[in-house]
């Protein structure tokens, strides 16, 4: 039963251009949200969250969406770089348990 | 300071064996998770630690077990090993529940044969 689940496997993207990473949710409980990056051989590294309170939250060139009635998460990323690419998961949690995707694999090409 | 540290980095075993892994936690994180990751299945939660007792536990077989010892360091043991279990384990840590990002480790990336 999958309660977070990221429907596109990949996404390419010319370098420059915005990045678009969707993330679908289930359980209306959730009320934290976050996205991570996870280099080959590495784990995965926090890059940003968002609480169920906001439906936006912005670090440098990482913008996180929240659509609470479409239980819709998206992670926008402008200007995209090559260095960013990579697999990112996007993770919902509802008090101490954290619910993950089965990850977006992003090609920036240059 | 250091990250998580999780030992051994590869490991092959055979069908049938019994494996152990284990995770170092930053210094002062006293919940350790560990995930299953694999292809096309993404990070599958199967247990959490806090102060040395099991909180959370995911839809995994009792093959999968785990414990957490007094100074937060985590072990997770699994017995019977299938070709399936054939994965890289990730292990996670964060300081406390007001803290909901956790750092991870680079995992422990397990063949089974």
């Known amino acids: 039963d999958q309660q977070v689940k990221q429907n596109s496997p990949s996404l390419s993207v010319q370098e420059g251009r915005i990045s678009i990473l969707n993330c679908d949710y289930t359980n209306s409980m959730f009320d934290y949200f976050l996205w991570y990056k996870k280099y080959p051989a590495e784990g995965p590294t926090f890059l940003i969250s968002?609480?169920?309170?906001?439906d936006k939250n912005e670090d440098g060139r990482f913008t996180v969406f929240l659509n609470k009635s479409a239980k819709h998460l998206s992670l926008h990323i402008v200007p995209s770089q090559p260095g960013d690419s990579a697999v990112y998961f996007c993770?919902?949690?509802?008090?101490?348990?954290?619910?993950f995707g089965s990850g977006t694999k992003l090609n920036v090409k240059p | 300071k250091a990250g998580v540290t999780q030992t051994p980095r590869y490991l092959i075993k055979t069908r049938g064996q019994q494996v152990t892994l284990s995770c170092s936690p930053i210094s002062g994180h006293r919940s350790v998770s560990w995930y299953q990751q694999t292809p096309g299945q993404g990070l599958q939660f199967l247990f959490e630690y806090f102060s040395e007792t099991q909180r959370n536990k995911g839809n995994f077989p009792g093959r999968f077990s785990g414990r957490q010892f007094s100074n937060s360091r985590s072990e997770m043991n699994v017995s019977t090993l299938e070709l399936g279990d054939s994965a890289l384990y990730l292990c996670?840590?964060?300081?406390?529940?007001?803290?909901?990002?956790?750092?991870f480790g680079s995992g422990t990336r397990l063949t089974v044969v």
């Open positions: 996670a840590s964060r300081a406390s529940d007001l803290n909901p990002g956790y750092t």
């Open positions: 968002i609480s169920s309170i906001k």
């Open positions: 993770a919902a949690s509802a008090g101490v348990k954290f619910y």
